[in-house]
């Protein structure tokens, strides 16, 4: 059973930051392209940041020069750091899985990922 387990939202004020992780156990973490996706109320889900497992990485605009994605294979884990955090960040986000024959490739298209996590919320006020 592949499991996407994330933590690390909260409250927080705007212009500061925020590390989230995601940990992924019942597939080969390293093969797999990963990718932070994020609802925002009333908002289709939308792609923030993804990585592939050749360590080529793509942003959502919005978040271009703020936020970081990176990855730990050791240890099954993926990170988003946020920093310069604005009002509109508030979202849940969210962690997920491409399919194995998509590791090569970057994509933020929510339609090409296939295992999620439940999410994690974080909410910025000014």
């Known amino acids: 059973t592949v499991r996407v387990v994330e933590s690390g939202g909260g409250s927080v004020q705007a212009g500061t930051s925020l590390n989230l992780s995601c940990v992924v156990t019942?597939?080969?973490?390293?093969?797999?392209?990963m990718g932070w996706f994020r609802q925002a109320p009333g908002k289709a889900r939308e792609g923030v940041a993804c990585l592939n497992r050749y360590g080529s990485l793509e942003y959502a605009d919005s978040v271009k020069g703020r936020f970081t994605i990176s990855r730990d294979n050791a240890d099954n884990t993926l990170y988003l750091q946020m920093s310069d955090l604005k009002f509109e960040d508030t979202a849940m986000y969210y962690c997920a899985a491409a399919g194995s024959e998509e590791s090569s490739m970057v994509s933020l298209r929510e339609d090409r990922y296939k295992t999620w996590g439940q999410g994690t919320q974080v909410t910025v006020s000014t």
């Open positions: 019942g597939l080969p973490f390293d093969a797999y392209r």
